[in-house]
């Protein structure tokens, strides 16, 4: 994984550090910023290792599902797992999207106390265990992912602002 290409989200929140894993990890909180622009259904939301987050997008009568399993949960710092897009089923499928999408995602997100009480958040996207055609089709696209997660941080950023009151 190491010589593949990696995307990297970095966003400072003004908010504390376990609010910023609540909002990563409550089912009721997640739907308000993850995938902006659609419906978000939280299928499962099992936040330890060997758990899954198992979410739908809705757009109209189509339907996108995700799926999270967890390999690392250390509260309230760190979140590590596999990410690959599924059918209704639950089965890893090629994305709907892009057929040449990386299946699996290793995906890891930290959080760290930062100054005034505010929360440095990372997140590390990289192809795991890809074909050529799929690190091609991942390294081509990074410079757009940016769209799709600013637009979630840019709405998590509101929830935030909101729960600090």
């Known amino acids: 994984m190491a010589d593949h290409p990696t995307y990297v989200l970095e966003r ?21 910023w993850y995938g902006p622009n659609v419906e978000t259904i939280i299928h499962r939301l099992d936040v330890k290792p060997g758990g899954e ?7 109209g009568e189509n ?8 390999t690392e949960v250390d509260p309230p710092a760190k979140l590590v797992g596999l990410q690959s897009s599924t059918d209704a089923e639950g089965n890893i499928i090629a994305s709907p999207m892009m057929a040449d999408w990386p299946k699996v995602l290793p995906t890891t997100v930290t959080f760290e106390e930062a100054a005034d009480g505010k929360t440095d958040m990372r997140l ?12 091609a089709c ?14 979630g941080m840019e709405l998590l950023a509101e929830l935030l602002t909101e729960l600090v009151g």
């Open 138 to 151: 991942f390294a081509g696209a990074i410079e757009g992912l940016g769209k799709g997660w600013t637009a």
């Open 53 to 59: 987050w198992i979410t739908e997008m809705k757009w």
């Open 63 to 70: 339907s996108n599902f995700q799926v999270m399993k967890y």
């Open 12 to 32: 400072t929140f003004d908010a504390p550090r376990d609010l910023v894993w609540k909002a990563w990890t409550d089912a009721t909180l997640l739907p308000r």
């Open 124 to 135: 590390t996207w990289a192809p795991h265990e890809a074909s050529d055609a799929e690190i």
